[in-house]
Every structure is written in structure tokens, then in C-alpha cells.
């Protein structure tokens, strides 16, 4: 019964800002791991950022530097992306785990996953 409910997608220009919101519905884990996944037709998922209960924030190396990933106090993140450029044009989902451990390349570990907002950037 877990729901991630992800918002604040949209179509911007290259060099502009997006600030993505995932918000979690009876997601109670004490220990945890939730990030942004971003997907492209005919590419694989990739890991964009995590952030678990420890203040482990891990990044792909491509955003480094212009998305920055935020929590609350009740389980829901942000993704903070600046410097957008077309390689940022994706659909983007938040997912969320039990337990501390966030490895970007773990898609398979996420077991819960929200359906996703479309980011376009146009240049």
C-alpha cells in the first residue's frame, strides 16, 4: 500500500531549473533508501541520486555539481536540478527501499517506485 506520488516535472529551456517533488503514502521504514531514477526510450534506468537515513547522498557523475537531493521530516524527497541541459530530458521516478544501504546501480533492490514525471529540457 506503499504510494510515491511524484510532481514537478515539466518542459524548460537549456540552462534553467526544475525542482522535483516525491511524495510517500504509508512508507514507514525506520532505516531506508529513496531516489530519483531518470529513463529515456530504448536506454536502460539510471540512478540519478539517493538519499537514505543516514544522509547518504550519492550521485551519478553527470549531475554532479547541478542536482542536489533533499528530505523532509516525513519521507519525501526532492530533487533539486539546475543547469538543465537536453541530456537531462528523461522521465524521472522516485523509488524508495527498506534498509540503509542506496547503490545507484541496484534498480533491481527499489521496492517501490512511483509513476514517474516527464522532464523535458529544450535547447
Known amino acids: 500500500q506503499v504510494q510515491l506520488v511524484e510532481s514537478g516535472g515539466g518542459s524548460v529551456q537549456a540552462g534553467g531549473s526544475l525542482r522535483l517533488s516525491c511524495v510517500s503514502y504509508g512508507f514507514s521504514a525506520s532505516t531506508y533508501c529513496m531516489a530519483w531514477f531518470r529513463q529515456v526510450p530504448g536506454k536502460e534506468r539510471e540512478g540519478v541520486a539517493a538519499i537514505n537515513s543516514a544522509n547518504y547522498r550519492p550521485y551519478t557523475d553527470s549531475v554532479k555539481g547541478r542536482f542536489t537531493i533533499s528530505q523532509d521530516n516525513v519521507k519525501n524527497i526532492y530533487l533539486q536540478m539546475n543547469s538543465l541541459n537536453a541530456d537531462d530530458t528523461a522521465m524521472y521516478y522516485c523509488?524508495?527501499?527498506?534498509?540503509?544501504?542506496?547503490?545507484?546501480?541496484?534498480?533491481?533492490?527499489?521496492?517501490?517506485w512511483g509513476q514517474g514525471t516527464q522532464v523535458t529540457v529544450s535547447s
Open positions: 523509488a524508495a527501499k527498506r534498509g540503509t544501504y542506496c547503490s545507484l546501480r541496484s534498480i533491481d533492490d527499489f521496492e517501490y
